[in-house]
T-cell receptor, first 112, second 112 residues
Framework: GNSVTQMEGPVTLSEEAFLTINCTYT??????LFWYVQYPGEGLQLLLK?????DKGSNKGFEATYRKETTSFHLEKGSVQVSDSAVYFC???????????FGKGTLLTVNP | DAGITQSPRHKVTETGTPVTLRCHQT?????MYWYRQDPGHGLRLIHY???????DKGEVSDGYSVSRSKTEDFLLTLESATSSQTSVYFC???????????FGPGTRLTVL
C-alpha cells in the first residue's frame, strides 16, 4: 500500500542554519507529493507540493524536489528562522477518493 | 484560507458518554475527511466522505461513526467515548480538481 517515511526528529537548529528533513514514499502509481506545516495550536497548512517527477515545489524559502529515482521528497531551507519552529508533515496522494497518506511528522525547533 | 470550521474546539467528557464533533465548510468541496492526531502516530484517517450520504472507513474507524446529510457538514460521532479516544481531531476538505487537502483548526477532546 501507500506509505510515507520521514525523519522523526525532533530537530533543533540555530537561527540561520541549513535545514533538511528527509522524506521517502512508496513508488506505487503516480502520486503528488506535499509538505504541510503545523504551527503550535493550529491545523495543518499546505507548505508546498509537486505533482510529477523532477518538479520542484517552493514556498517561504522552503524547497523540495520530486525525485522518482530515489522515491524522495526532502524538504530544505537555506537559512531557518525562529518563526519556522513547527511540525512538518510529508504526504503523498494516490489513494482512492483523493485520500492522502502522511508521515508521522518532524518537530523543528529553531533557537535564536 | 479555506472556509472550514470545527466545533467545539475543546471538549472534556466522561467515559461512556456520546460525543459529536462537527465540521462545517463553505467551499462546496466534495470530499471531507476526519483525522485524529496523536504523539508518535502522526495523522490517521478515521472516516471520509466522497459526497452527500456517501462515506467510508479509514484506517482507525472502530468506535466512530460519521454522517453527511448536506455538502457543508460532516459529523463525527463517538457513540460511547473511551479514554483511548482522547486526541486532537482534524477535519479536512478536498475538491477533485485540486490535489491537496485543506484542514480545519482542530478539536481537542479529552475523555476522562
Amino acid at each position: 500500500g501507500n506509505s510515507v517515511t520521514q525523519m522523526e526528529g525532533p530537530v533543533t537548529l540555530s537561527e540561520e542554519a541549513f535545514l533538511t528533513i528527509n522524506c521517502t514514499y512508496t513508488a506505487t502509481g503516480y502520486p503528488s507529493l506535499f509538505w504541510y506545516v503545523q504551527y503550535p495550536g493550529e491545523g495543518l497548512q499546505l507548505l508546498l507540493k509537486a505533482t510529477k517527477a523532477d518538479d520542484k515545489g517552493s514556498n517561504k524559502g522552503f524547497e523540495a524536489t520530486y525525485r522518482k529515482e530515489t522515491t524522495s521528497f526532502h524538504l530544505e531551507k537555506g537559512s531557518v528562522q525562529v518563526s519556522d519552529s513547527a511540525v512538518y508533515f510529508c504526504g503523498r496522494s494516490g489513494g482512492s477518493n483523493y485520500k492522502l497518506t502522511f508521515g508521522k511528522g518532524t518537530l523543528l525547533t529553531v533557537n535564536p | 484560507d479555506a472556509g472550514i470550521t470545527q466545533s467545539p474546539r475543546h471538549k472534556v467528557t466522561e467515559t461512556g458518554t456520546p460525543v459529536t464533533l462537527r465540521c462545517h465548510q463553505t467551499e462546496n468541496h466534495r470530499y471531507m475527511y476526519w483525522y485524529r492526531q496523536d504523539p508518535g502516530h502522526g495523522l490517521r484517517l478515521i472516516h471520509y466522505s466522497y459526497g452527500v450520504k456517501d462515506t467510508d472507513k479509514g484506517e482507525v474507524s472502530d468506535g466512530y461513526s460519521v454522517s453527511r446529510s448536506k455538502t457543508e457538514d460532516f459529523l463525527l460521532t463517538l457513540e460511547s467515548a473511551t479514554s483511548s479516544q482522547t486526541s486532537v481531531y482534524f477535519c479536512a476538505i478536498s475538491d477533485m480538481d485540486l490535489n491537496e487537502q485543506f484542514f480545519g483548526p482542530g478539536t481537542r477532546l479529552t475523555v476522562l
